[in-house]
């Protein structure tokens, strides 16, 4: 196992923390500034000094881009407000479209960004482990983590049926009709393995007696340490303070 970097060595509850106190701030600031001046720099910062500010960075870009410009569009286009900012052919961008185009934007990054930082800089293991000890049952912890486990594995799963389509001779490269061709033959062969790896589950599962009500000993013990603590404290005065100051002042 590989050394990790401080963030990723923090307790998985007290980053869970930081993140959602993230996203309500960005959620609840007034205007788009505090989500691409604040919120987005520091997140990439974080990334940074945790070392994946390029693994960070391709998977926000690949998760928000088809979002974010979908959303600008819609917004930007079919605003029922008759103002145009700028037009180009049959394209007229509405004023007041775009400026809602760009504050909800900036409340996706802050939502899925420090999300994403969380997860990108969590083992699963030690987060489940962190749930468990919370007294979340051992069935809905792994339920969790089965569920954030989904979309890899079939990822995964996915390009072992293609590179085995591809061994047999079938083409799955090329243009856009070629690629169609080849994604339904490789459903039925994705949904057998999928079920079939269930199934080695609940019978390794029952092996391990997942099923005994008896207290489980784990063999990595991930313990919160002060600097835990701290942070989640901090974060939830900055997030105290902050809704006192956009709510009350």
Same mark, same amino acid.
């Given at each position: 196992?590989?050394?990790?970097?401080?963030? $990723?060595?923090?307790?998985?509850?007290?980053?869970?923390?930081?993140?959602?106190?993230?996203?309500?701030?960005?959620?609840? $600031?007034?205007?788009?500034?505090?989500?691409?001046?604040?919120?987005?720099?520091?997140?990439l910062? &974080?990334? @940074? &000094?945790?070392?994946?500010?390029?693994?960070?960075?391709?998977?926000?870009?690949?998760?928000?881009?088809?979002?974010?410009?979908?959303?600008?569009?819609?917004?930007?286009?079919?605003?029922?407000?008759?103002?145009? !900012?700028?037009?180009?052919?049959?394209?007229n961008?509405?004023? =007041?479209?775009?400026?809602?185009?760009?504050? &909800?934007?900036?409340?996706?990054?802050?939502?899925?960004?420090s999300?994403?930082l969380?997860? #990108?800089? *969590?083992?699963?293991?030690?987060?489940?482990?962190?749930?468990?000890?919370?007294?979340?049952?051992? *069935?809905?912890?792994?339920? @969790?983590? $089965?569920?954030? =486990?989904?979309?890899?594995? !079939?990822?995964? /799963?996915?390009?072992?049926?293609? =590179?085995? =389509? !591809?061994? %047999?001779?079938?083409?799955?490269?090329?243009?856009?009709?070629? %690629?169609?061709k080849?994604?339904?033959?490789?459903?039925?062969?994705?949904?057998?393995?999928?079920?079939? #790896?269930?199934?080695?589950?609940?019978?390794?599962? #029952?092996?391990?007696?997942?099923?005994?009500? %008896?207290k489980?000993?784990?063999?990595?013990? +991930?313990?919160? #340490? +002060?600097?835990?603590?701290?942070?989640?404290?901090?974060? !939830?005065?900055?997030?105290?303070?902050?809704?006192?100051? %956009?709510?009350? /002042?």
């Amino acid at each position: 196992m590989g050394k990790r970097s401080y963030l $990723s060595n923090l307790y998985p509850i007290s980053k869970l923390i930081m993140a959602i106190v993230l996203a309500i701030i960005g959620t609840l $600031s007034e205007g788009y500034l505090v989500g691409y001046v604040v919120i987005l720099p520091l997140l990439l910062f &974080l990334a @940074f &000094l945790d070392g994946k500010l390029i693994s960070y960075f391709r998977k926000m870009y690949g998760m928000l881009l088809f979002l974010i410009i979908t959303i600008f569009f819609i917004k930007a286009l079919f605003h029922p407000t008759t103002e145009v !900012m700028f037009s180009f052919w049959i394209i007229n961008i509405k004023t =007041q479209g775009f400026y809602e185009a760009v504050d &909800l934007i900036a409340v996706i990054i802050s939502i899925a960004g420090s999300l994403l930082l969380f997860f #990108e800089t *969590t083992d699963l293991e030690d987060f489940m482990i962190a749930l468990v000890k919370l007294k979340m049952p051992y *069935t809905g912890a792994y339920v @969790f983590l $089965s569920t954030l =486990q989904i979309i890899p594995f !079939m990822a995964k /799963r996915s390009k072992v049926i293609m =590179q085995a =389509q !591809m061994a %047999r001779g079938i083409e799955t490269e090329g243009n856009l009709m070629v %690629r169609v061709k080849a994604f339904f033959p490789m459903i039925s062969p994705l949904i057998i393995s999928s079920i079939t #790896e269930i199934e080695d589950k609940v019978i390794t599962l #029952e092996s391990r007696a997942f099923s005994v009500g %008896r207290k489980r000993v784990f063999l990595v013990e +991930k313990k919160a #340490e +002060k600097i835990d603590y701290l942070i989640g404290i901090t974060a !939830m005065i900055i997030l105290i303070g902050f809704i006192i100051w %956009r709510y009350v /002042r």
